[in-house]
């Protein structure tokens, strides 16, 4: 009988001070996609980091361009409906374990920044972000599913409204637009620093200054009515473009019935736009493009 080998974690780099930087990489690809190979090998990451908890958990990305590009579009485009909607299911899943670990967790972003990633970022405590990429470029870090067509599937309807105001942040979500990391508005970042040599460091300042009780970040935490005024606004202005009223549909179960309602909306609209003739044309665009 051949033996199942264990899932690859992801390389932990433990300082004396019991602080645990986690590297994202992805060494066969040009930059750390979130595949399914990926979420496995983050959640069983996270069964390490249970067993042998660290002070403080910083979370990095090896590349110098991109710290996360986001989901797999070719794996979203292949999937059938039931898979696909299986693994949104587990990325919601991993992404909520992480969310929920007793110890400090800081996104320190330093490249793009982008859908899945940010999600990523998102569920993590706290965010630290240098203003430019390590190349001295800025970068974007935002929501951009709606410009293919589809919603965020990890989240991202019920998160960044609770760290941007929503007349920024819900536009944002449904155009797709990602915001440039030299003009981020206020509350994206916890922290913003000059350089990638500053990002542990302000990471540890930031871990020290959180408060327990404020977290986790979520829709809940949001002003309801000017949210789902904002999600009306968006109905009127946008209503010829199908992702931006999943959008809204998704933020509004969000606000009424609560986060995991609106997660599982999220799954619900994005397995049903990847359906959609507008999409389709879209995504194979998209992937020819960056083929």
């Known amino acids: 009988m051949t033996a199942i080998s264990p899932t690859t974690t992801f390389p932990l780099d433990r300082a004396a001070d019991g602080s645990v930087v986690l590297w994202l990489e992805a060494p066969h690809q040009s930059v750390v996609v979130l595949d399914r190979s990926m979420i496995a090998r983050l959640d069983a990451t996270i069964d390490e980091l249970e067993s042998d908890p660290p002070s403080l958990l910083i979370v990095r990305s090896r590349d110098q361009r991109v710290w996360v ?24 899943r991993v992404f909520g374990r992480l969310a929920a670990l007793p110890f400090p967790v800081i996104a320190a972003v330093c490249g793009a920044t982008l859908g899945g990633g940010l999600e990523l970022a998102m569920h993590c405590h706290g965010i630290v972000a240098c203003k430019q990429s390590m190349r001295g470029k800025p970068y974007p870090i935002g929501l951009p599913e709606a410009s293919l067509g589809l919603c965020p599937g990890w989240g991202g309807t019920q998160l960044l409204p609770a760290r941007v105001e929503p007349n920024l942040s819900v536009p944002a979500i449904a155009s797709g637009i990602p915001f440039l990391s030299e003009s981020m ?11 990638a040599d500053d990002l542990e460091d302000a990471s540890r300042t930031l871990a020290a200054s959180l408060n327990p009780s404020d977290l986790p970040r979520t829709i809940a935490c949001c002003d309801e009515e000017m949210l789902l005024a904002e999600v009306d606004h968006i109905r009127h202005a946008m209503e010829a473009e199908e992702a931006a009223k999943v959008v809204a549909h998704c933020i509004a179960t969000g606000v009424k019935d609560g986060l995991a309602a609106g997660l599982d909306m999220e799954r619900e609209g994005l397995v049903s736009l990847r359906n959609t003739e507008h999409t389709t044309r879209l995504l194979q665009a998209f992937l020819a493009k960056n083929a």
Not at 76 to 92: F, N, R, T
Not at 185 to 195: A, R, T, Y
Request: with cysteine; net charge negative; aromatic share 2%.
């Open 185 to 195: 508005p206020e509350g994206l970042c916890d922290m913003q620093v000059e350089s």
């Open 69 to 92: 590009a986001g989901a797999d579009l070719k794996e979203i485009s292949a999937l059938s409906d039931e898979q696909l909607d299986a693994y949104l299911a587990e990325g919601q």
